[in-house]
Structures are given as structure tokens and as C-alpha cells.
């Protein structure tokens, strides 16, 4: 009999264990999943769109918390961001010119043609485009 209540005292003191880690568990991804949400972007009068192309090029961005929680380093770069960016960067008159800093882009020549577009749509408001990189792929070259 003494060992019946020895087993389940352990079980009970095992479930509420689980049952706290759970919860704070369940806080920290809260807490991920808030701090994460966008504010607002104040530009300053003059200013330059910094373009920073490096990695594998997605056609979607979607927001992962947990890959948040985790400090990946290399912020997932998406077609849809940097065409919104060039189009939002045309459209503002504190936005002088982009800046374009390319390092090992890794994108199909199908995304790349439609973010030539969009620089050259850019381009027609007679604003300036630079780029810069230490080595250029053909297609990196091509845009």
C-alpha cells in the first residue's frame, strides 16, 4: 500500500511538472508571436531604400514565430517584400533612390526579371539606383 501512494504522488507531481512547463512554454511564444507583429516606419526627409539581396529568394513570405524564437541570423528575403518595398519607394517623395546590396542571391531568372521590372518602373521617376556587390552571379549581373 505504501508503494500505491508513492507512484502516484510521483504521477501527480510529474502531470503538474508537465502541465508548468506547458504554460510557460505557452507564454514564451506569446510573447514571440507579439513582439514580432510590424510598426510603423517613420522615413526621414531624404532618404535611400537599402535593398539587401542575399540567400534563397521566396516567392511568399509568411511569419513563422517559432523560426523568431529561434534568432535565425539570415531574415528570409521574399519576392512579394521587395517588389512592395520598390513599388512603396516609387510612390513616396522622401525616397531619393535605391540602394541594392547583393551577396549570393539564390533566385529563378523569373523573379529576377520581375524585380527588373519593377527597378525599371522605378527608374522611369527619374530616381537613382546603385548597386553594389563583391561578386555577381549571372543572373545577380542581370538585374
Known amino acids: 500500500m505504501k508503494d500505491f501512494f508513492k507512484y502516484t504522488l510521483a504521477s501527480i507531481t510529474g502531470f503538474f511538472l508537465v502541465l508548468f512547463l506547458m504554460f510557460m512554454l505557452g507564454i514564451v511564444l506569446l510573447i514571440g508571436v507579439m513582439s514580432s507583429s510590424e510598426s510603423e516606419v517613420v522615413i526621414a526627409k531624404p532618404t535611400v531604400l537599402h535593398l539587401k539581396l542575399s540567400g534563397q529568394l521566396s516567392e511568399r513570405s509568411f511569419d513563422n514565430p517559432i523560426k523568431n524564437l529561434l534568432f535565425s ?4 528575403v521574399s519576392l512579394e517584400d521587395v517588389l512592395n518595398s520598390i513599388k512603396k519607394a516609387k510612390n513616396n517623395e522622401f525616397i531619393k533612390g535605391i540602394y541594392i546590396e547583393s551577396a549570393n542571391m539564390s533566385a529563378s531568372f523569373a523573379s529576377l526579371e ?3 521590372t519593377a527597378l525599371l518602373d522605378f527608374k522611369s521617376t527619374e530616381k537613382f539606383i546603385i548597386a553594389y556587390g563583391d561578386a555577381y552571379s ?6
Open 73 to 76: 541570423e539570415e531574415p528570409e
Open 138 to 143: 549571372q543572373g545577380e549581373y542581370y538585374l
Open 114 to 116: 520581375a524585380i527588373r
